[in-house]
């Protein structure tokens, strides 16, 4: 796939008030987020390195003991195995990741 349109790409949710589409590259995902109002992704850690950036809306990151709410244009990095989860705000939210290396099929596993 060369060339695609982000409404032609499936939407999965993989956790109440979660929508997810995935684009993948052979060392490359890109994903798009969509957060329903105060909808939450809950601390979890997985191989990859990740760069969110907040398209709309608010969410508070949490990465490692760190915590910050980010609006649009925040931008969150992530290190491999490192322990995060993020909350939208009351509005929702959209957000950008990229991640590498790639895991395909993508599994979202959180941790407590």
Known sequence: ????????????????????????????????????PDAVIPLHRHLHEQISLVLEGEVEETV????????????????????HSSKAGKKGAKVLC??????KPYKFEPEE
């Open 98 to 103: 990229a991640a590498s290396p790639v895991t």
């Open 64 to 83: 490692g003991k760190e915590k910050k709410k980010m609006g649009v244009g925040g931008v969150v990095s992530v290190a491999s195995n490192i322990l």
């Open 1 to 36: 796939m060369v060339f695609s349109n982000l409404s032609d790409i499936p939407r999965e949710e993989i956790l109440p008030g979660i929508l997810i589409r995935h684009i993948y590259l052979k060392s490359t995902l890109v994903s798009i987020i969509e957060y329903a």
